[in-house]
């Protein structure tokens, strides 16, 4: 019965469309006079009823019934679902205890519970779509990376010479904080290929193997080793840098079971922020620290390379940095770079 009540709804309306629109309506050619027939017992003649439009299914099409190419009413055992024009004008779709009804930008819906009928009015993004939107990219740089720092020489030594010897680094003790807070997908014509760019926090400590710490020589301003005569053993040295960068990776995402592998790689570009040196030392038996902001000759710009692999929310990554540490001699020519793991949002 609803069905049927439905049906007649939009077929009124279209009727009610068509009155209006008078232009594109063919005027019906005036009936010719009727001369009045002579007085006679027989009754006068009844002209034929015009024939009313009927509903004409089209060939082939299932449970698809067209009205005067005006009105298409399509039902399956699941629903019933009936458009006006054809740019699809009006929607009246009833599926179970749910009926949309659609015209233009604005629709409503109309639910029978058990608690009685509920109305509410659909937003734009419940109107139902003729056409399927292709889906969005979704990235993986955004989130939390845990990983140990290094560096190396021009020849890709991690052996300083004896002269940059004060530069060795513990490594176990040398750790690197990133927090990537936010990131961009732009899909390159697959769903599993896309560009990747975002913006990140890095905070990076170089811990210092020997009992030393770093200071610009008052001389000639070049960075060297540095030891307060007043402190007893150094228990903690290390260097400070924060840094903010973005990265503009190509990602790949392979197919595996419900989710992807994604693998990227691309470049990184960072600006330094601040920078200092820590130091935990005894003087006299009592512990005491001291802290230094400076910018140490670190190379205010850099950029590097980086390579990413993971599956769902784990991934491996590693960063290589095409600059030096420090400025052009400003200090040891070291490049710096960083292995460890990301947690992303997948």
């Keep these: 019965m609803k069905r049927t009540i ?8 279209m009727v009610a469309v068509m009155a209006q629109e008078s232009d594109t309506i063919p005027k019906m050619n005036q009936s010719p006079t009727l001369e009045k027939a002579p007085e006679s017992p027989e009754a006068p003649e009844v002209p034929e009823t015009p024939e009313a439009p009927t509903l004409e299914k089209t060939p082939d099409a299932g449970d698809t019934i067209n009205v005067m190419g005006r009105v298409e009413v399509i039902e399956t055992p ?3 679902r009936i458009t006006l024009g054809e740019n699809e004008v009006l929607i009246v779709e009833e599926n179970g205890d749910t009926v949309k009804v659609v015209l233009g930008s604005r629709g409503i819906s109309i639910v029978e519970g058990e608690k ?5 009015v659909m937003e734009m993004e ?4 003729s056409k399927t939107k292709k889906k969005k990219f979704r990235p993986h740089f955004a989130g939390l990376e845990v990983g140990l720092n290094n560096y190396v020489t ?5 052996t300083l010479p004896p002269g940059d010897a004060y530069m060795d680094l513990n490594t176990g003790k040398s750790w690197n904080w990133n927090l990537n807070f936010i990131d961009y997908g732009f899909r390159l014509g697959s769903d599993y290929t896309g560009l990747v760019t975002g913006l990140g926090f890095e905070c990076i400590n170089y811990s210092f193997d020997g009992q030393n710490s ?13 030891v307060p005569d007043y402190a007893g053993n150094i228990t903690k040295s290390k260097l400070n840098v924060n840094y903010l960068y973005a990265p503009l990776l190509l990602e790949f995402q392979i197919p595996a079971g419900k989710h992807n592998i994604h693998i990227s790689g691309g470049v990184l570009g960072g600006v330094k922020l601040w920078s200092n040196t820590k130091m935990k030392y005894t003087v006299s038996g009592e512990k005491s620290k001291e802290k230094a902001k400076g910018d140490y000759n670190l190379a205010p710009l850099r950029w590097g390379v980086t390579a990413r692999v993971g599956y769902r929310a784990i991934n491996f ?13 400003g200090g040891p020519e070291l490049y710096p770079f960083s292995i460890g793991l990301a947690f992303v949002n997948w």
């Design 317 to 329: 990554y590693a960063n290589y940095y095409m600059t030096t540490l420090f400025k052009e001699n």
């Design 78 to 80: 699941d629903n019933t």
């Design 126 to 129: 419940d109107k139902p779509k």
């Design 6 to 13: 439905v049906l007649l709804s939009a077929v009124l309306w």
């Design 116 to 120: 009685g009928t509920e109305i509410k």
């Design 214 to 226: 770093i200071r610009k020589d008052p001389e000639t301003g070049v960075i060297n080793t540095y």
């Design 154 to 158: 021009e020849d890709l030594s991690m």
